[in-house]
């Protein structure tokens, strides 16, 4: 597609329960990034993936939050037994990468979805 | 990961030109510095990026002087619609994907 795409754009749900968050990045680009941000903050890391794995996972707060990118392009950021606290905007970005030596102008430069607006009751 | 250190915020007026400064002492030789500008609502959005001396786009321009251990961004002739928050984040360029760390950013207040 033309951006990053994410769905759905506003979730409430109430706490304890399950939540899954989809992005759709841009065609093409093999590394997707997840991140959370809280208002009057910066984005926060949670995970990136270069094609169907996760690179570094190192950001993700717990055990009830995993992600996925099964065929190396959606990603699903899944949320277990939610909490108060994890009420945020999730942001996926997706950029452009490449094997060798050479750079590909714009590399590493990431492309955001709008986000996806989590509140937990 | 190379820490950058940036106002928390700035204010300015319509028509002025805006020089946000981002500190990067630690910035290792591969490191290239790149900007990102988020409106409300919206994920950031990519503004410029460089690696030494000067770069210009339609946007902005970016000084970076001899030892890299700073960079400002220009914005020329502030609007209203420049109103976000700016941020500085360094990191290498020319590798495969890697970790991509925001810091808190500078938020840009500009009055008519």
């Known amino acids: 597609g033309a951006g990053v795409s994410q769905t759905p754009s506003n979730k409430v749900t109430e706490k304890g329960k399950y939540v899954e968050l989809r992005c759709d990045p841009i065609s093409g680009h093999t590394a997707l990034y997840w991140y959370r941000q809280s208002l009057g903050q910066g984005p926060e890391f949670l995970i990136y993936?270069?094609?169907?794995?996760?690179?570094?996972d190192s950001g993700l707060p717990n055990d009830r939050f995993f992600a996925v990118r099964p065929e190396g392009s959606v990603s699903t950021l899944k949320i277990q037994r939610t909490e108060r606290g994890d009420s945020a905007v999730y942001l996926c970005?997706?950029?452009?990468?490449?094997?060798?030596?050479?750079?590909?102008?714009?590399?590493?430069?990431?492309?955001f979805g709008a986000g996806s607006r989590l509140t937990v009751l | 990961l190379a820490k950058t250190t940036q106002p928390i915020s700035m204010d300015s007026y319509e028509g002025q030109e805006v020089n946000i400064t981002c500190s990067h002492n630690?910035?290792?030789?591969?490191?290239?510095i790149t900007w990102y500008q988020q409106f409300p609502s919206q994920g950031p959005r990519f503004i410029i990026q460089g690696y030494k001396t000067k770069v210009t786009n339609e946007v902005a321009s970016l000084f970076i002087p001899a030892d890299r251990k700073s960079s400002t961004l220009s914005l020329p002739r502030v609007s209203l619609s420049d109103t976000a928050v700016y941020y500085c984040l360094v990191g290498e360029r020319y590798s495969s994907a890697s970790k991509i760390i925001f810091g808190s950013g500078t938020r840009l207040s500009i009055r008519p």
């Open positions: 970005a997706s950029s452009l990468t490449f094997v060798g030596d050479r750079g590909v102008s714009g590399a590493n430069v990431l492309t």
């Open positions: 993936f270069q094609g169907t794995g996760a690179a570094d």
């Open positions: 630690n910035i290792a030789t591969n490191d290239y």
